[in-house]
Nanobody, 126 residues
Framework: QVQLVESGGGLVQTGGSLRLSCAAS????????MGWFRQAPGKEREFVGG????????YYTDSVKGRFTISRDNAKNTVYLQMNSLKPEDTAVYYC???????????????????WGQGTQVTVSS
């Protein structure tokens, strides 16, 4: 069982930055690729980006490329989502999720992610 706890959400103005953290309670954190997803009001949850177990591969959805960066610290069992140049359309609940995947790859589909955090709200004001 893996527990994931996100933190770092909040209210920020357009153009601002936030860094989300996701702490995992597992001794096998390095066996998991990690993904970030988000769900805006009235919309389906969508993939934002992910990072492979080693950190060697990252992948982002087009709308956040160049603005968001995912990193991880396997020694601290933590993955991060650095969000810069935030826009009102980035407003959503952000979730981290864990995918048991030892390959140096990132998968997009939600069904691959067996563990999810409770989510953290990010609100970008215009």
């Amino acid at each position: 069982q893996v527990q994931l706890v996100e933190s770092g959400g909040g209210l920020v103005q357009t153009g601002g930055s936030l860094r989300l953290s996701c702490a995992a309670s597992t001794r096998t954190f390095s066996n998991y690729a990690m993904g970030w997803f988000r769900q805006a009001p009235g919309k389906e949850r969508e993939f934002v980006g992910g990072i492979s177990w080693s950190g060697g591969t990252t992948y982002y959805t087009d709308s956040v490329k160049g603005r968001f960066t995912i990193s991880r610290d396997n020694a601290k069992n933590t993955v991060y989502l650095q969000m810069n140049s935030l826009k009102p359309e980035d407003t959503a609940v952000y979730y981290c999720a864990a995918d048991w995947l030892k390959a140096d790859a990132v998968r997009v589909r939600e069904s691959f992610y067996g563990y999810w955090g409770q989510g953290t709200q990010v609100t970008v004001s215009s």
